[in-house]
């Protein structure tokens, strides 16, 4: 297992313990209650809490390991996290010839997971220089919206967002630290657009990568080109008349 | 046949990848009667069929069957049309070098070998839901559904979404290459997308009609073929969105 591998699936057994969606509760030193988003990092697992205490306030069935299955686990405090309301910097999208505003939906997911909160509102006007490529971003790299600048914290997070009657967990989800946006806000990284913030507050800003965002809805953002990094195959995909034949990696 | 050939006197190409509306704008130019009857005559793999269809004849070149092919495709005003996946134009492209100039580009073996070429590019911006129809139409060989006819029998199973990815990667790829041929061609081009037609179906087919400079008094009849999207394409593209990210971090 390669130490990417072993981060990734630290992060998802510990989202699984410790993210449970459902309806919002009061806050307490918990894990259930205090844990908002488990995200993996370069080596490492970051927990994010609510609210950190000190040590000595919490009870010790309460704390949280500082290493889980051989991967060092660093606990954050990022706040409670709640959808945003949107607002300006939202970048131009395209359904054939049709221009949309990319925004946030603000609309509850019917079930407890889900990837992506997003829509698509009245278009026009210009694009909002939200890149010239559509592409991932990396775990600390500098971000920004145009507006506010963050570090990414995670590129690959489960975020719990409390809504006002239930929360949901999203999955690998972008946590940028220190960016106080709004949502619908296109973040960038030099000139590729790599998320759209839909989630947060005044500590931490939640986007969606940008390339999922797209695709959920079925857009394109207007004059940014889309690349989507090669798979690689043991052998090449076999073509048959331009119809491609499944292929398989190989074990 | 010959009489065929001198009755095609302009063309026109509906230049599409797999699940992007070409037969529903095929089907509707060729229900006016004047605007060709664009097939997918090019794919090697059809050509038994079309063969078969045309009682089989004696074939010493592929200009035999080009003229065939012009018979069949072009209405009586003289105007042919064909519909061309990516990999076809390819073959088509194999095809016209055999009968030369030589050392011509594709470009110029189209200019050469079809009476003023026209291209109508239909795109769709919804690349993963048009990879996921593909990966269903595969599976159910069901390409099209015509109104009132049963729906064919499908497995509602998730497919393994490498295939999907792959096929996602080969419309991306598809688009890359037709732009590169249209920025290097001298001749008439149309992009239309899919999304319009579905929207509005009678614009965007009149707009192909005008481009073609054919001019219909009647209206258009109403689409023959029925979208095929559905809740499943619905549910899958959200399952894949999700499945590719953990694709793209290396996770099988």
Known sequence: ?251 | VSTAVAQARQSYFICCLPRSGSWLLADALRSTGCAGRPEEFYWDAFRPSYLKRWGDPQLDSFADFLELTFADGTTPNGLFGAKLHWGELEQLGDSLATLGPPNATLHELLQCHFPQPSFVHLQRTDVVRQAISWWRALRSSSWYRVAGEPLAAETTVAPDWRDVFTLEQQLREGTRRWRAFFDGLNAPVLHVFYEDLVDDYDAVVSSVLEFLGITVDAPLAPPRLQRQRDELTEAWTLAYVEARRALLSGET
């Open chain 1, 1 to 251: 297992v390669t130490a990417p591998a072993r981060v990734r699936r630290a992060k998802d057994e510990l989202s699984g313990l410790l993210l449970h969606p459902g309806p919002p509760r009061p806050p307490s030193t918990h894990p259930l209650d205090n844990v908002v988003a488990v995200g993996a990092g370069d080596g490492t697992v970051t927990i994010f809490v609510a609210a950190k205490r000190p040590l000595v306030e919490v009870a010790p069935a309460n704390r949280l390991p500082r290493m889980f299955r051989g991967v060092p686990v660093i606990v954050k405090e990022a706040g409670v996290i709640r959808p945003l309301e949107p607002g300006a910097g939202r970048a131009l999208v395209a359904a054939g010839s049709r221009q949309y505003r990319l925004t946030t939906g603000r609309i509850v997911p019917p079930g407890a997971f889900a990837i992506a909160d997003c829509a698509l509102g009245d278009g026009g006007g210009a694009p909002s220089a939200p890149g010239t490529r559509v592409a991932d971003t990396a775990t600390g790299a500098i971000v920004s919206t145009g507006f506010s600048v963050g570090r990414v914290a995670s590129v690959d997070a489960d975020v719990k967002v409390e809504y006002e009657k239930k929360t949901v967990v999203f999955r690998r989800q972008i946590v940028v630290a220190g960016m106080h946006a709004s949502g619908g806000a296109v973040i960038r990284d030099g000139d590729a657009a790599v998320g759209m913030v839909f989630a947060g507050n005044d500590r931490v800003a939640v986007a969606t990568h940008l390339r999922d965002v797209l695709d959920v809805l079925g857009v394109n953002l207007v004059g940014a080109e889309y690349e989507l990094p090669p798979w690689r195959f043991e052998t090449p995909p076999e073509k048959h008349n331009g119809h491609v034949l499944f292929t398989r990696l190989a074990p």
